[in-house]
Nanobody, 113 residues
Framework: QVQFVESGGGLVQPGESLRLSCVANLKYFNLYRMAWYRQVPGKERELVASITGETGTSVIDSVKDRFAISRDNNANTLYLQMNNLKPEDTAVYYC???????WGQGTQVTVSS
């Protein structure tokens, strides 16, 4: 079964940074388009960023100047670097392979003063 294990979330103040990690047990991890999603209670889970290969990245407009997605194929790991965090970034962040209908447990990011 496909497994994604997200980590790196926590409680930070506005303006601080976090780096999220996701370890995937995909045999051919390097071939998958990977993505980060986030979800706030009562709202639909939304796509935040995706990466194809090592350089083909896409980030939604609301965070594109602050977030960066990357991957380490040797470690089967997906990253999301989040800088200058804002309260509206508060959510549970999830890792996903675009083509696979499976989710990890998510990691909570809370931005509050």
């Amino acid at each position: 079964q496909v497994q994604f294990v997200e980590s790196g979330g926590g409680l930070v103040q506005p303006g601080e940074s976090l780096r999220l990690s996701c370890v995937a047990n995909l045999k051919y991890f390097n071939l998958y388009r990977m993505a980060w999603y986030r979800q706030v209670p009562g709202k639909e889970r939304e796509l935040v960023a995706s990466i194809t290969g090592e350089t083909g990245t896409s980030v939604i407009d609301s965070v594109k100047d602050r977030f960066a997605i990357s991957r380490d194929n040797n470690a089967n790991t997906l990253y999301l670097q989040m800088n200058n965090l804002k309260p509206e970034d508060t959510a549970v962040y999830y890792c996903k392979a675009i083509s696979l209908n499976s989710w990890g447990q998510g990691t909570q990011v809370t931005v509050s003063s």
